[in-house]
């Protein structure tokens, strides 16, 4: 304290001048901010856009985007006055209305400008299976359409991939993800170290022995095969996460049901898995939607064309119909993306606990 | 004669792990010594042995001229995607967006996820048609109307690179955008309050409050999408095929061509155990990204 | 230093108001404490000072000046907070040269003064410690002197003292307080603990519910607190209150009687337990249970009103389970409190019951 005394400097400051400042660089690095993020927002939001307004208004077959301007020309404005109404809303009755104001006048616009457009005509693939000679017919052009299943086969064979899959590994893994978790053993820590290997493993890396390998046991070309492969490579992933799920359960409710007469294999049907049913969930609905979405496995074990999923649907429409009508491949796309982010909206909540637990802060 | 405390945890290993074990075995470590075993043979289309050779260990060292261009290709591409997207702007969207108020911050993360919630097929079919050579591409139509461009532009064919970059960037992106905004909401909040009150503006709260708590984020995220992206190869493939010619071809697709369109099983195989043995080298390396005291901890329960 | 005014200061957080308006002026080089329950609006307050905050109405002014936009960098303040905030990356040098970055100070004086605020807290030692090393109470000096580098006009405390064990924030609280008269800085203390407002400040601010119970020295708060909330607040063991309705020259509690003066309607007597002591006369009861404090023993009797608390010095007990007593006290000593309200009444004075003569 004696060598340099701590007292404050008179110095003038000029505090309007500061409060200025504040308040002009703190709206200008929120502009900035929000600016960017819709900057790089656009090459997103934009072409999903345009493949829904092409699925429900393109007739010509040519990749339009009139009817994607008209509706941008409604939308962005809409999306505007909700943000003003947001920022100038003083509660959120006045809100409430607000929106609704500008959902009413944005439905008016909606239907006048783009309505007369709209049409469910692209969606014939859901009831035509030969979609594809009706397609190109309309453009003159008789032969050469790829014989397509009917996409409710499609459809099946995704549900099927996907759903067996997500059992399976949701089994499989709970089991397992508890007793790693929870029981002693010889060998458990090697036997977690290596599972953490696993779990980062490339498993693409394996396309050409897993391709080799079942075409050995004659499960090549067979739904089956493929979702015993991708049972395998969802396996330590799940596990993984299950495993954190299951350390965060509290011992005491483990160890009174023990107390209570409950074997282990008890208390773990009984008290600890309808503790865990947010890591059910979330694994479940993860190994779903990776079957759902499963692309390069199943094009290359899948031969036959009532395999197909509907990623091999996707991509063959695509091949086949695109340059001859942009329409109905939006429509099939629009069909695939749904349900994919119908899941994904809707666990979300519990997507978000699973993250990648157990790595350092 | 063993007791029943002993039959009873053999019991509970096969019922609890058995499965998982098998699977893992069957499906991993058979894999393995099938490429290994592989490597060493002709197996070519006919999908039949006729002898053994190391003519594919050869051809990696020195007879392939073709995959220089392949590996300097892989390194551009890794590296680009994931110095461009991965890290850095997966680290600037994570840092926006929870600097701006939740639900907007909420909005634009969402936004960001849609190419890594879309299917691939059809992910990469929009990339297909905004960048499509006529006019009708959107890209065109936004160049040629609103930018005054002459003629269409054909990024497949001139900037194949630039376009497998970004296509999986935007993906990429996303990992480490969620990653890092889960980090950033883990430091306590006090911090920022005290920088702010110590005299730190925005920039300078980024630079030694939240960078250097995300350290270990960033190299984890650093580590495993470099993997991800040396191993991926599904949205090029679907993209350019790997082309125009080898343009695209990075190695994991390489390997996927020469087996299964020239139909070289056993060369594939060989150039495969290269790429296995760096996923594991890199698997083990990310040992020291995770609380190892907290995943080996001890169950509490001894009663099996 | 400075002087700080909130005038008709409003705070919301969404539709929320946590603050409806707070008038407050505090003087140059004060030392003053915001006292109250958690959730009573003293820390939103504080992070008003510090900038943390923006105000949502009313107006905060420094030294007259109005302060309520500008940014917390260039307010000119230094805080402590209750988890201390030391940057965890950061040695303690870093940490308590952290400030003094951003002020453009020439290197060699911010050496030497951080040199010098960590000799003034005793953490010269320490300087190439991580935080994680130090203990909670070497950590909260840390705290402090990344506060006081930067010669702030005005430090804030919120909580400072509350995650460490007793002895040391004994220690902490002498060396807070001799520290502020050292440097004069106005100095905000934010707590829930009366002992630490009282013993610290030289003028506690008792809030309630985001607004103002009472403004005073703490004997002030004491002897004579405002209402029931304070004289529950301050004080342990808590007073005694015992309600009863005055009329005719004196209190009604049911069959007891308590003479007074200047009073009508329902009242409630407050009664701090080391202002009652056993006597041969006063309001009769029966010991229920005794515990020993240490230096002080509290007895809980039984009496016609209700169980009192009475506190007496001696670390003996005096008196067992069961015996029977008559309690006693000072009518000055004694608070008197307009039940309806909850008010204090002043001028009013209440006498222990006497045994009929």
Known sequence: ?361 | ?304 | MASIEFRNVIKRFGDVEVIPGLNLTIEHGEFVALLGPSGCGKSTSLFMLAGIYLPSGGELLFDGHLVNEVEARDRNVGIVFQSYALYPHMNVHDNILFPLRFKKTPREEALVRVKAAAELVHVGELLDRRPSELSGGQQQRVALARALVKEPQILLLDEPLSNLDATLRLTMRTEIKSLQKKLGVTTILVTHDQIEATTMADRVICMRGGGIEQVGTPDDLYLRPASLFIAGFIGSPPVNLIRGTAENGAVHVGATVFPSEGIRGDVTIGLRPEHLKFAGDGLRGRIAEIEPMGREILYVVDTDVGHVRVLEHGSAAAHSAGEAVHIDFSPTEALLFRTSNEKLIAGANVCPPRRAS
């Open chain 2, 1 to 304: 004669m063993k007791s029943r405390a002993w039959w009873r945890q053999r019991v509970n290993f096969v019922i609890f792990l058995g499965p998982a074990i098998l699977l893992t075995v069957f499906f991993f470590v058979v894999p393995v010594l099938i490429d290994i075993a592989v490597s060493f043979t002709d197996l070519g289309r006919s999908l039949r042995v006729t002898r053994f050779t190391t003519e594919h260990y050869e051809r990696v060292f020195g007879g392939d001229r073709r995959l220089t261009d392949v590996m300097a290709l892989t390194f551009i591409y890794v590296l680009g995607t994931l110095a461009l997207f991965n890290v850095t702007f997966g680290l600037v969207l994570a840092l926006i967006t929870t600097s701006i108020d939740k639900v907007s911050g909420g909005f634009f993360r969402g936004v960001w996820l849609l190419p890594r919630m879309s299917p691939s097929v059809l992910y990469i079919l929009l990339w297909v048609w905004v960048v499509n050579p006529s006019q009708y591409g959107l890209l065109n139509q936004i160049l040629m109307t609103v930018f005054g461009l002459e003629q269409p532009l054909d990024l497949l064919t001139t900037a194949p690179i630039a376009l497998i970059i970004i296509s999986n960037g935007f993906i990429g992106a996303s990992m480490g955008m969620i990653i890092f905004t889960s980090a950033i909401r883990g430091i306590p909040e006090h911090l920022f309050h005290a920088a702010r009150v110590d005299g730190a503006g925005s920039l300078a709260i980024v630079w030694y409050i939240t960078l250097p708590a995300l350290r270990w984020p960033i190299s984890f995220i650093t580590i495993y999408q470099a993997l991800s992206l040396l191993v991926s190869f599904e949205y090029i493939l679907l993209l350019t095929k790997g082309g125009p010619f080898y343009d695209t071809t990075v190695y994991a697709l390489y390997i996927y061509r020469r087996a299964f369109q020239s139909g070289q099983y056993g060369y594939g195989a060989a150039l495969s155990l290269f790429l296995i043995v760096i996923g594991i080298a890199v698997a083990l390396l990310g040992w020291r990204f995770f609380d190892m005291k907290r995943l080996l901890q001890n169950p509490r329960i001894e009663v099996q």
């Open chain 1, 1 to 361: 304290m004696t060598t340099v005394p701590l007292t404050t400097s008179p110095v003038e400051t000029d505090w309007a001048q500061l409060a200025r400042r504040a308040r002009w660089t703190n709206r200008a690095r929120t502009s900035a901010l929000y600016a960017f993020l819709i900057a790089v927002s656009i090459p997103i939001i934009l072409p999903y856009f345009w493949l829904v307004t092409i699925a429900f208004s393109a007739r010509t077959g040519i990749a339009e985007t009139q009817v994607l301007w008209r509706s941008l020309l409604v939308l962005v404005p809409a999306i505007i006055a909700c943000w003003v109404v947001a920022m100038v809303a003083r509660n959120l009755r006045r809100m409430l209305a607000g929106f609704a104001v500008v959902a009413a006048i944005t439905a008016v616009a909606f239907i006048t400008l783009v309505g007369p457009s709209l049409h469910l005509g692209n969606f014939i693939f859901l009831v035509e299976r030969d979609f594809a000679s009706v397609v190109r017919s309309r453009v003159g052009e008789v032969r050469g359409a790829t014989q397509f299943p009917s996409v409710w086969r499609a459809f099946w064979n995704s549900i099927v991939l996907a759903g067996s899959q997500t059992i399976i590994v949701v089994t499989v893994a709970s089991l397992a993800g508890y007793y790693l978790s929870r029981f002693q053993f010889p060998g458990r820590a090697p036997m977690l170290r290596s599972l953490l290997v696993l779990h980062a493993f490339p498993v693409m890396t394996l396309i050409v022995p897993m391709f080799l390998m079942l075409y050995y046991i004659g499960l090549l070309d067979t739904l089956f095969g493929v979702i015993l492969v991708l049972v395998a490579f969802e396996l330590p992933f799940a596990i993984f996460i299950m495993k954190g799920f299951f350390d965060a359960v509290p011992w005491d409710i483990e160890m009174s049901a023990l107390t209570d007469g409950a074997s282990r294999r008890q208390a773990f049907v009984k008290v600890v898995l309808p503790q865990v049913t947010n890591g059910i969930i979330a694994v479940s609905v993860f190994s779903f939607i990776r079957g759902w979405e499963e692309y390069i496995f199943v094009f290359t074990f899948l031969i036959r064309n009532t395999n197909w999923t509907m990623s091999l649907y996707m991509f063959f429409v695509r091949d086949d119909v695109m340059g001859v009508d942009f329409g109905v491949v939006s429509a099939v796309g629009v069909f695939y993306l749904v349900p994919s982010l119908v899941l994904y909206a809707a666990a979300q909540r519990y997507l978000m606990q699973m993250s990648i637990g157990g790595v350092k802060g």
